[in-house]
């Protein structure tokens, strides 16, 4: 069963959709924080120019607050209060009332309570009569309260920002002048503005989840090509087939790039398995079918019994499944063992346990630096065997080992003077089962496994193994190993 999400495109647009949310949302309540200030200010600012107007009207300053031409509009109510508490003149909607500092006030955050009085820190005085030292005959006063109030009009109640601003007539009685603007109007349009967010939002993410679903199945279009093709190239087993390269030069090309190089590896991998398969049967077809024959033979005649080429059939054999068996293992990816071995010592004793057999006994040159590096023992005395093999097979009269440092290097070269090595032929000698025509022609039971396990075993020892001329004209095979320390 197929999970909710499972696909690149679905979890791609859900997250842009749930960023672009969150988003919005914040951008919308702070947008909605500073339209509300804003208009909160306006409206305390608007009732603090209508306080001041009326407290300097000529006729209040008079003391005449009976003849105070005062705003009739429900939305602008004003009221004069004396400092006893008195209520000396109001607006239409505020008559027959007591002073509006004994109304309720309006629900929090309704609007934001603010101080003139030298600060703004918010802090609304319980007593708005209470302003200090009183302004001078025929002044209107510098401070100003506000408060937000909930003010009953007719049968609705209404919230009002209302300022309170002080004033002192010219016979020396102090009054106050509370004016105030309606808070309706700006509470609309903060609804208004909220209704269109919560309209428009789920409309956004929409569109928002639909591009981005768009754009993500375009950008994937050529995965799901390398993927159909995958799929087809392992169902047919084809490994010569590739996947289709998009020209866009982006991570999905650089990755239908790696996954066309990983394919030509396989394949050439491939290929050098069975070629190796091929040529394998064909080495062991020989000795077994020389085997077979001589026992047959053995079998119908026991005197004509060849004893002597039984057993170097039988060696071959043996040699030849334990080189087979050892690249087996390499191919395998073993590693070699990371015990720490004296050349020096290594090439002595080969050597020493060669010097029996050996056609032509190898001249030794030997530095005094110390030669140990990291590695099987067994491997790399087979690597030195081998060489010494090839250079038994091809050399005249002189076969050379050299072992000494150089930099952070130690160094074994091993040389003939045979014919050495063609430079068109000096890579392919390394490869399996490659016999140059003039190895070919010796009877020694070579395979053509030998360079070719000795560079394998080098490789897993992080070294290197390259053939060169040697000073008399022969073949110089050196080997490159690290040194430990």
Sequence with gaps: MRRPFA?????????????????????????????????????????????????????????????????????????????????????????????????????????????SRGDDSGHDDDDDDDHGSAPARGKVGTDVDRKDLTVRVGDETHDYSFAAVQGTAYDGRTYTVYAGISLEDEQATLDQVTRVMLIGLPCLLVVVAGVTWLVTRRALRPVEGIRGEMAEITASGDLSRRVPQPDSHDEIARLAATTNETLAALERSVERQHRFVADASHELRSPIASLRTQLEVAVAHSELLDVEGVLEDVVRLQHLAADLLLLARLDAGERPAEARVDLAVLVRKELAERIATDRIAPSLSMSDAPLDVRGSRGQLARVLGNLLDNAQRHARSAVGVEVRADGADAVLIVTDDGPGVPEADRVRIFERFVRLDEARTRDDGGAGLGLAIARDVVERHGGTLAVGQAPGGGAAFQVRLDRTT
Aim: aromatic share 2%.
């Design 7 to 115: 696909s690149v495109r679905a979890r791609a647009a859900l997250a842009a959709t749930l960023v672009v949310s969150v988003a919005l949302v914040a951008a919308g309540v702070a947008l909605v924080v500073v339209l509300r200030h804003n208009l909160v200010d306006r409206a305390s600012l608007e009732s603090e120019v209508a306080a001041r107007k009326v407290a300097g009207a000529q006729a209040a300053l008079n003391g005449d607050f009976g003849s105070v031409a005062l705003p009739d509009d429900e939305d602008r109510p004003v009221q004069i209060v004396d400092s006893a508490g008195k209520v000396l003149a109001a607006s239409d909607d505020l008559r027959g009332r007591g002073p509006v500092t004994d109304y309720s006030p309006a629900p929090k955050g309704t609007a934001p309570k603010v101080s």
